[in-house]
C-alpha cells in the first residue's frame, strides 16, 4: 500500500491535473469561496484570543497551493492587517511540489506574501498555528486483515498468510478481525502534538463535495 502511495508510480508522487483527464475535483478545486470560509474561521479563533495574531497558518500536503493561497487573499479582504503578522508554511515532501506552490504564491502575491516549507510536522516548533489538511486520512498506507492475518499481494491477488504484532494489538483493541488497519496515525498526532504548543486542526473529506469539516480539534498547552 504503501509503495502505491509513495512508490516511483504512487498516486502521491505523481500528482495530475484537476479535471476530466486528471484528478477528481474537491470544492477547493471548485470554488475559492471554500478558502475564504476558513480565513473566516481563523480570524474569528485570533479575535476570541485562541490564536495569536503571529500565528503560522500550515497546510499539510497543498497540492498546487491553491487553498492556502485562497485563504490568504480572503483574509486580506476581511482583515488585511493580519497579513503583516501571520506565517504561512506547508507540509511537503516532495521537492517538484514545493517549486510550484513557492511559483504559485509568487503569481498570486509578487513576493508580498512568504512561504516556506518544512518536509514534516517535526521540523517545527511553533507556539501558535492552525493546521488544515485536504483529505488527510487517505494518504495514510494500511494494511488489510483476515482473522490475525496480514494481507500480503502476490501474483495478482492477495493472500492473508504473514502476521504482525503491532496489527493484531489493534484488530484485537478495536474488534476487528477482517477489514484494514490504518498505520501511522498515532505517529502522526504525536508529531502534531510536538509541532505547536496552542494550535487547531481541521481536515475534511468531500466524497460528497459538502464543504464541511469531518474532523477539527482544538488543544491548548
Known sequence: MTEWLYGEYGYYSNYKEIG????????????????????????KLIDEGFLEKNTTICEIGAHKGYLLADIVQFIYTLKPE?????????????????????QYFQESFGGVVKLSHVNSLKELNLYSAFFIANEIFDAFSCELIYQDKIGTYEEGKIVFNEENSWVKEKAKKYHKDKGEITLGYEEFALE??????????????????????????????
Do not use: C
Not at 84 to 92: A, G
Open 20 to 43: 476530466k483527464k486528471g484528478d477528481f475535483y474537491t470544492s477547493v478545486s471548485a470554488s475559492k469561496f471554500f478558502g475564504g470560509t476558513i480565513a473566516k474561521h481563523i480570524i
Open 82 to 102: 493580519l497579513l503583516e503578522t501571520l506565517s504561512f508554511t506547508i507540509v511537503e515532501r516532495f521537492d517538484f511540489l514545493q517549486i510550484e506552490q513557492t
Open 192 to 221: 502534531m502534538a510536538g509541532a505547536a504548543k496552542t494550535f487547531e486542526f481541521m481536515t475534511y473529506d468531500y466524497g460528497e463535495m459538502q464543504a464541511r469539516p469531518d474532523f477539527s480539534i482544538r488543544v491548548y498547552k
